[in-house]
């Protein structure tokens, strides 16, 4: 199983970007997606995931109404809309997969893949 983040870069407050999580090696749709992030000198923490079938999404505090979580089964992709972008948002994001639902610990997805860095400047 392998699953790659991709997306990040730098951005100024305010601005948007998109991450992608792309995976294979597991049957995409039976798997839930999440989203984490870990800034320097923190743990990593939960922000979004997706129910396999795509018709449910959980969010974390800071990400409800900035944040959009979606997928594509037909690309086996999971993406991360993010808007309105603040410095705080600043962190290494990662995607990983669980088999239930919802789950928001770390050590509840099983897969996890290599992550992609946002920097969010002031």
């Known amino acids: 199983v392998q699953l790659q983040a991709s997306g990040g870069g730098l951005v100024q407050a305010g601005g948007s970007l998109r991450l992608s999580c792309a995976a294979s090696?597991?049957?995409?749709?039976?798997?839930?997606t999440g989203w984490f992030r870990q800034a320097p000198g923190l743990e990593r923490e939960f922000v979004a995931a997706?129910?396999?079938?795509?018709?449910?999404?959980y969010y974390a505090d800071s990400a409800k109404g900035r944040f959009t979580i979606s997928r594509d089964n037909a690309k086996n992709t999971v993406y991360l809309q993010m808007n309105s972008l603040k410095p705080e948002d600043t962190a290494v994001y990662y995607c990983?997969?669980?088999?239930?639902?919802?789950?928001?610990?770390?050590?509840?997805?099983?897969?996890w893949g290599r992550g992609t860095l946002v920097t969010v400047s002031s």
């Open positions: 090696g597991l049957t995409f749709s039976t798997y839930n």
């Open positions: 997706i129910r396999g079938s795509g018709g449910l999404a």
């Open positions: 990983a997969s669980s088999e239930y639902w919802p789950r928001v610990r770390v050590n509840e997805y099983d897969y």
